[in-house]
């Protein structure tokens, strides 16, 4: 995964930034060379609709979902040449975070932003804290969405540990046509849809109760788009 687009994370502080406000980050240049991000199973409708739902193993031996979001070059397709995200497509919550980031020790998730964000300034914008030291209603919003985010990735990761342990998800490799086949990107899965089709019935009966049969279907629809953004 690219997690590059944060370059200097600070915990935020009621006495650090006591001054500072924030403007909306319009440009989306932070995230023109982020080829690939984390997708969760709240975006998977609107995320299929503009790019490759698909899923990988991380070094913990955990499956998670991801959304490609460029092939054959070290760029993603969705942020054109002005740095802004194309008009009508999909931008992953993940990347909708930014300049904000949580901070994980032990069980606690701790608000951070990336301090040289230009969106971080003393002049404009709104305000991080009120006068008195207390977050504003501002970063109230900012903390509920975190919140939501960090929800929905723990629901995406029992919905990959489901396709994992009823071994439906196979590797595959994407390919595209220069003259000969040259691999795109190779190491990702996708589900079979064979192996989807030969489950008994309880426990397809049990993918279609908690919601995952659908999710499924989304994904599969999705690779649709992989043509699109290797043009």
């Not at 023109?32 to 975006?43: C, F, G, Q, R, Y």
């Not at 300049?99 to 701790?110: A, L, M, S």
């Amino acid at each position: 995964m690219e997690l590059g687009i944060y370059q200097e994370v600070e915990l935020l502080s009621s006495e650090v930034h006591k001054n500072v406000r924030v403007r909306e980050v319009r440009s989306a240049d932070y995230a023109k060379n982020v080829t690939d991000s984390l997708i969760t199973v709240d975006e998977f409708y609107a995320a299929a609709r503009s790019q490759p739902i698909v899923f990988a193993k991380g070094e913990d031996g955990q499956v998670f979902a991801a959304v490609v979001l460029g092939l054959g070059r070290k760029s993603s397709w969705f942020v054109g040449a002005d740095d802004m995200w194309k008009a009508g497509e999909y931008m992953p919550a993940f990347l909708r975070r930014y300049p904000f980031v949580f901070v994980k020790d032990k069980e606690t998730n701790y608000l951070a932003i990336d301090k040289v964000s230009p969106a971080f300034n003393e002049e404009e914008g709104e305000a991080l804290f009120t006068s008195d030291g207390f977050p504003s209603k501002y970063t109230k919003r900012v903390l509920s969405f975190m919140q939501a985010f960090e929800a929905a990735h723990a629901k995406t990761q029992a919905f990959c540990a489901e396709l994992d342990r009823l071994k439906l998800l196979e590797t595959i490799t994407i390919n595209k046509w220069v003259g000969f086949q040259a691999p795109m990107l190779k190491n990702i899965k996708r589900v079979n849809e064979s192996r989807l089709d030969k489950l008994p019935m309880n426990e397809l009966q049990q993918l279609v109760e908690k919601g995952y049969y659908k999710l499924i279907v989304a994904h599969l629809i999705s690779l649709g788009n992989i043509d699109r953004i290797s043009k």
